[in-house]
């Protein structure tokens, strides 16, 4: 049915138009004003010389960008473009193969419109909403391209390798705030001022302290042979979830939802850290009180004070870690939320999905190759060897990303600000990864991802290999709940369709086949 919608229908006009002289700064407020990611730049006769992004600004101002810099140096020039009349098929396969996310459309060559893949994506979403009972016709295997929700908390945008909170960048939230700033950022949907900030934080504060009789319910989970901490946190943060008797989201008020998600994002860590402490024989640790989330999580942990500098390396792969996108996990938690169950009961959803390895389940796994590999020495010979047996490198590669993972670039600056032979270690391994991957896997843009780094600077900090995945659990409880009051405040039951593909129905019982 899209493929019938003219461009003219979608495009958004009158389209935004930059002139080539016009600074960066100028540009930005222009966007902004406007509200759309992209401006066509005409030249004096209004023809179309360029198109300009808000993804060229932002790649501008990451090599440290000049504001005097004009639009001309920043636009793509001889931009494809569409006639308002093209179907929007036409313009849909323009940017599956290029990429792009913005087009401008002409009419009898001038500039009429700006057509973008949102607009697409809207439509194609409400058109995908069909009278209930009504047979569905496609289904993309694993929902890829499918949007199923709108959501304010944050998005990936890959192709620019970019992700955000709430529209802040996420890598400068984590390379400038504190874990719960940004964490009051997500749940509340606000950056928090001084005294909001000091509210929260007594708040988490006081929702770390675990009942005694709730402990000594945990106490016998420890002793579950094999112990995986994971499974560990799943099994004792639904028990704690029951004991502070959570009421359905759908007979609770948004405050009271919101209270559930910061006192389980809260405690998480306790339960985990106290968990692990006991199976390994080692009494519970306390965090002192004036501590913060990462701090606190390194004594629950070791039971000792950290470092301010390890407390931040971890507070940083936290805040980058805490939501991306609608992920398999965060898509649990609203689909769990939106039957109107309580906020424990999507987080233990959640949880569940993460423990699978396609999506939280090894983290430790780069590590791993870093001590196959040994010496630097070393490092070409066996990378090759392990894709010319068609293995892959962990810590390489990305379904979304197809540049390079931005929560890499800052872990890898956080790595090597920790110091140590580890981390230069993995920076002399990624150097040769990356030549290799691209003598042997030509053309697939194939990046660093997230886990390279998150390895190695969680080893340096002292968080033990098999408590990765279990660590990444507790920052994105953040993401999660934010997620599950969003669904709780605008809710729909999510109960989509399947296609059926069995025998033919209704097909007749065998002659004869009675109860047996
Ligand atoms: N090493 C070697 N080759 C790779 C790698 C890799 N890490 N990743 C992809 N490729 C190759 C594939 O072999 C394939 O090559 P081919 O065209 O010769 O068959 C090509 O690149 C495309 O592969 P896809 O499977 O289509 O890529 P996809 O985007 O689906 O994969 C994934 C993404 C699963 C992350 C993949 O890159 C991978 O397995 N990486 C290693 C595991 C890893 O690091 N996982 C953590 C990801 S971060 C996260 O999810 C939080």
């Given at each position: 049915m899209t493929a019938a919608v003219s461009v003219r229908e979608l495009m958004h006009q009158p389209p935004v138009v930059a002139r080539p002289q016009m600074s960066a700064p100028e540009l930005a407020r222009l966007l902004d004003g406007a509200k759309v990611g992209a401006a066509a730049v005409l030249d004096p006769d209004d023809r179309v010389i360029g198109i300009v992004t808000e993804r060229d600004l932002l790649r501008a101002l990451g090599t440290?960008?000049?504001?005097?810099?004009?639009?001309e140096t920043l636009m793509s020039p001889s931009p494809v473009t569409l006639t308002a009349?093209?179907?929007v098929a036409i313009a849909l396969e323009i940017f599956r193969q290029h990429h792009f996310r913005h087009l401008p459309v002409l009419e009898r060559g001038r500039l009429v419109g700006m057509l973008s893949i949102r607009h697409i994506v809207r439509v194609a979403h409400i058109e995908d909403v069909?009278?209930?009972?009504s047979a569905p016709t496609v289904a993309p295997p694993g929902l890829?391209?499918?949007?199923v929700a709108e959501t304010a908390v944050g998005d990936v945008r890959g192709e620019e390798g970019f992700f955000h909170y709430r529209g802040y960048d996420a890598t400068e939230l984590a390379r400038r705030c504190s874990f719960e700033q940004v964490w009051h950022l997500l749940l509340i949907g606000e950056l928090p001022d001084q005294a909001q900030l000091a509210a929260f934080r007594e708040r988490a504060r006081v929702a770390r302290e675990l009942a005694p009789e709730v402990s000594d319910l945990l106490q016998?989970?420890?002793?579950?042979?094999?112990?995986a901490p994971l499974s560990a946190l799943r099994t004792a943060l639904s028990l704690v979830a029951s004991s502070l008797g959570l009421r359905p989201t759908l007979d609770s008020t948004r405050e009271e939802v919101m209270d559930a998600a910061l006192r389980l994002t809260a405690v998480a860590p306790v339960v985990l850290l106290r968990q692990y402490r006991a199976h390994r024989g080692d009494p519970p640790a306390d965090a002192d009180p004036d501590l913060g989330y990462a701090a606190a999580y390194l004594q629950l942990l070791t039971g000792r004070r950290p470092e301010p500098e390890a407390a931040r390396a971890l507070e940083q792969y936290l805040i980058l870690t805490m939501d991306h996108g609608f992920n398999a996990s965060t898509f649990t938690a609203r689909v769990i939320a939106s039957t109107g169950a309580d906020v424990g009961a999507a987080v233990i959803g959640a949880l569940g999905a993460l423990s699978g390895p396609l999506h939280?389940?090894?983290?430790?796994r780069a590590l791993d190759t870093l001590d196959t590999i040994g010496t630097p020495d070393r490092a070409e010979q066996v990378l090759r060897d392990q894709i010319e047996h068609g293995d892959r490198l962990m810590g390489f590669g990305h379904r979304v990303y197809k540049t390079d993972d931005p929560r890499s670039t800052l872990l890898r600056e956080v790595a090597l600000r920790l110091g140590g032979d580890q981390a230069e270690f993995a920076r002399q391994v990624e150097a040769t990864a990356l030549r290799v991957l691209q003598d042997?896997?030509?053309?697939?843009?194939l990046y660093t991802n997230v886990e390279f780094y998150a390895g190695v600077v969680m080893n340096t900090v002292g968080v033990p290999r098999d408590m990765f995945t279990p660590t990444f659990a507790c920052s994105r409880l953040a993401g999660w709940t934010a997620a599950v009051c969003e669904q709780a405040q605008h809710?729909?039951?999510?109960r989509p369709s399947a296609i059926y593909v069995g025998p033919p129905a209704p097909r007749p019982l065998p002659p004869g086949y009675t109860a047996a």
């Amino acid at each position: 049915m899209t493929a019938a919608v003219s461009v003219r229908e979608l495009m958004h006009q009158p389209p935004v138009v930059a002139r080539p002289q016009m600074s960066a700064p100028e540009l930005a407020r222009l966007l902004d004003g406007a509200k759309v990611g992209a401006a066509a730049v005409l030249d004096p006769d209004d023809r179309v010389i360029g198109i300009v992004t808000e993804r060229d600004l932002l790649r501008a101002l990451g090599t440290g960008l000049d504001p005097a810099t004009p639009v001309e140096t920043l636009m793509s020039p001889s931009p494809v473009t569409l006639t308002a009349d093209n179907p929007v098929a036409i313009a849909l396969e323009i940017f599956r193969q290029h990429h792009f996310r913005h087009l401008p459309v002409l009419e009898r060559g001038r500039l009429v419109g700006m057509l973008s893949i949102r607009h697409i994506v809207r439509v194609a979403h409400i058109e995908d909403v069909r009278p209930a009972g009504s047979a569905p016709t496609v289904a993309p295997p694993g929902l890829e391209g499918v949007a199923v929700a709108e959501t304010a908390v944050g998005d990936v945008r890959g192709e620019e390798g970019f992700f955000h909170y709430r529209g802040y960048d996420a890598t400068e939230l984590a390379r400038r705030c504190s874990f719960e700033q940004v964490w009051h950022l997500l749940l509340i949907g606000e950056l928090p001022d001084q005294a909001q900030l000091a509210a929260f934080r007594e708040r988490a504060r006081v929702a770390r302290e675990l009942a005694p009789e709730v402990s000594d319910l945990l106490q016998p989970l420890t002793r579950v042979e094999p112990f995986a901490p994971l499974s560990a946190l799943r099994t004792a943060l639904s028990l704690v979830a029951s004991s502070l008797g959570l009421r359905p989201t759908l007979d609770s008020t948004r405050e009271e939802v919101m209270d559930a998600a910061l006192r389980l994002t809260a405690v998480a860590p306790v339960v985990l850290l106290r968990q692990y402490r006991a199976h390994r024989g080692d009494p519970p640790a306390d965090a002192d009180p004036d501590l913060g989330y990462a701090a606190a999580y390194l004594q629950l942990l070791t039971g000792r004070r950290p470092e301010p500098e390890a407390a931040r390396a971890l507070e940083q792969y936290l805040i980058l870690t805490m939501d991306h996108g609608f992920n398999a996990s965060t898509f649990t938690a609203r689909v769990i939320a939106s039957t109107g169950a309580d906020v424990g009961a999507a987080v233990i959803g959640a949880l569940g999905a993460l423990s699978g390895p396609l999506h939280g389940g090894a983290p430790s796994r780069a590590l791993d190759t870093l001590d196959t590999i040994g010496t630097p020495d070393r490092a070409e010979q066996v990378l090759r060897d392990q894709i010319e047996h068609g293995d892959r490198l962990m810590g390489f590669g990305h379904r979304v990303y197809k540049t390079d993972d931005p929560r890499s670039t800052l872990l890898r600056e956080v790595a090597l600000r920790l110091g140590g032979d580890q981390a230069e270690f993995a920076r002399q391994v990624e150097a040769t990864a990356l030549r290799v991957l691209q003598d042997l896997k030509p053309g697939r843009r194939l990046y660093t991802n997230v886990e390279f780094y998150a390895g190695v600077v969680m080893n340096t900090v002292g968080v033990p290999r098999d408590m990765f995945t279990p660590t990444f659990a507790c920052s994105r409880l953040a993401g999660w709940t934010a997620a599950v009051c969003e669904q709780a405040q605008h809710n729909r039951l999510i109960r989509p369709s399947a296609i059926y593909v069995g025998p033919p129905a209704p097909r007749p019982l065998p002659p004869g086949y009675t109860a047996a």
